[in-house]
């Protein structure tokens, strides 16, 4: 029989326990709050700029190796506080929604997100639901972000996380986003680039690769294909074109819906199922690491690809050899 002592004694352990792991969790959700603040501040005043190094040459119609690319990815972009690879930027992304997050660093400040990939609808749902935006308010601050240059009907909203007072107004919004956009874009896209690649054609690709690939390597072996098959003049043939149509339509429930065989006949400008070349516009807001990606893909021979249900990546210089590999992982070919 268990003794009244001992009982207590266990009871009171673990009372010690959850409460230093409820204490260490407020400590690591309080730091990650001060981080995000402190690393925006720092990020707002930042003075030197370095150009995106470029590895396509259109003229030639060719990808050339830079090994500027990796130097660039890793002191620019990979510490950033817009990266993925940022671990306060993941717990302020994960709990930016909850309301006691917010209030506990300041009952004023308010940190709100943008998801790299997310289409400016998403945007403004998410950022609007933080600040209490009403359904007018939202449709304004995607009309004034859109008007502002260079104007282009999607790839603006600058992913990553924006400190605002919580009354902030949409104008205010577009303040911030658009000051982001010219430093971590604009800023590093000098006339030498757009002359390389323009920079519309840029973040469409790399709208496509935040949608189509994983990390910032699995973007640049995508690049690679997407730059191949334009080389080529082939039909893009990417879903998340398609799920960009549909999810365009009012009737549909989802952003980013799975797509059905019959999807590939959608009559719409951005079916890469149809229309060979780019879309005419981004279908989301990459991040800078994206356009890193679009600007220096691999060097591949590679023209088709899939992703595997494990999030492997396969791909394959012939159309045979990439059924061969669908067959050998799914049974038949799609």
Request: hydrophobic share 40%.
């Amino acid at each position: 029989m268990i003794s009244k002592e001992t009982v207590i004694r266990s009871v009171f352990t673990i009372v010690i326990f959850l409460s230093i792991t409820a204490t260490i969790g407020i400590v690591l959700l309080l730091e990650s709050k001060q981080q995000i603040f402190s690393m925006i501040n720092s990020s707002q005043n930042e003075m030197s700029v370095t150009p995106f190094p470029v590895s396509v040459n259109l003229a030639t119609r060719a990808i050339i190796e830079n090994p500027a690319v990796e130097n660039f990815f890793d002191e620019t972009l990979a510490s950033a506080p817009e990266s993925k690879n940022n671990w306060w930027n993941k717990i302020a992304s994960i709990f930016s929604s909850h309301e006691w997050y917010q209030n506990l660093a300041s009952p004023v400040g308010r940190i709100v997100v943008i998801w790299p990939g997310d289409r400016k609808e998403e945007a403004a749902k998410n950022i609007g639901d933080i600040l209490g935006w009403n359904k007018a308010d939202r449709s304004e601050f995607i009309r004034l972000v859109d008007s502002t240059s260079p104007v282009i009907a999607e790839g603006k909203y600058y992913p990553g996380q924006y400190v605002a007072h919580k009354g902030a107004t949409p104008n205010d919004m577009k303040d911030l986003i658009e000051q982001e956009f010219q430093t971590k874009i604009l800023s590093r896209y000098t006339p030498e680039v757009e002359k390389q690649v323009p920079l519309n054609d840029a973040l469409i690709i790399a709208s496509l690769l935040e949608r189509e690939a994983s990390d910032f390597n699995n973007m640049r072996e995508v690049s690679g294909v997407i730059w191949n098959r334009l080389f080529k003049n082939m039909p893009l043939q990417l879903d998340a074109t398609l799920q960009y149509v549909r999810g365009s339509s009012q009737y549909e429930a989802k952003w980013w819906p799975a797509i059905k065989p019959a999807d590939k006949y959608i009559k719409s400008a951005y079916n890469t199922y149809k229309n060979p070349g780019l879309p005419p516009a981004p279908i989301a807001n990459p991040s800078a690491e994206a356009l890193l990606a679009a600007l220096n893909p691999v060097v591949t021979d590679c023209i088709f690809y899939f992703h595997a249900k494990g999030g492997q990546y396969y791909c394959s210089p012939t159309y045979e050899e990439h059924v061969s590999k669908l067959k050998s992982i799914y049974g038949q070919g799609r």
